[in-house]
């Protein structure tokens, strides 16, 4: 099995940044993708940032240039560092960790509250 702990959400204002984390463990295969997703209210959840085990990126224009995505393959550990926040940011915001094991499978965080407001 595999566990995401999720941690850095929480209020900040317009133009403020924060940091999410999230710690994987558990069975991990060497060839995954980490990511983060949001889900506002009465929205559908949607892609934040990807990044794969060979270091490859993938950003929406809703946040490219703002936000930035890495990881710590040791600590089996990704990061997302969000800049220049707006309202429309808030969200929850959940980690995601899809694993090659024959076909692709997907896991999620327990999602963590991210407040853009002043």
């Known amino acids: 099995q595999v566990q995401l702990v999720e941690s850095g959400g929480g209020l900040v204002q317009p133009g403020g940044s924060l940091r999410l984390s999230c710690a994987a463990s558990?069975?991990?295969?060497?060839?995954?993708?980490m990511g983060w997703y949001r889900q506002a209210p009465g929205k559908e959840r949607e892609l934040v940032a990807l990044?794969?085990?060979?270091?490859?990126?993938n950003f929406p224009d809703s946040v490219k240039g703002r936000f930035t995505i890495s990881r710590d393959k040791a600590k089996n550990t990704v990061y997302l560092q969000m800049n220049s926040l707006e309202p429309e940011d808030t969200a929850v915001y959940y980690c995601?960790?899809?694993?090659?094991?024959?076909?692709?499978?997907?896991?999620w965080g327990q999602g963590t509250q991210v407040t853009v407001s002043s």
């Open positions: 995601n960790l899809r694993v090659l094991v024959g076909t692709w499978r997907d896991y």
């Open positions: 558990g069975s991990i295969t060497s060839i995954n993708v």
């Open positions: 990044i794969n085990s060979g270091g490859s990126t």
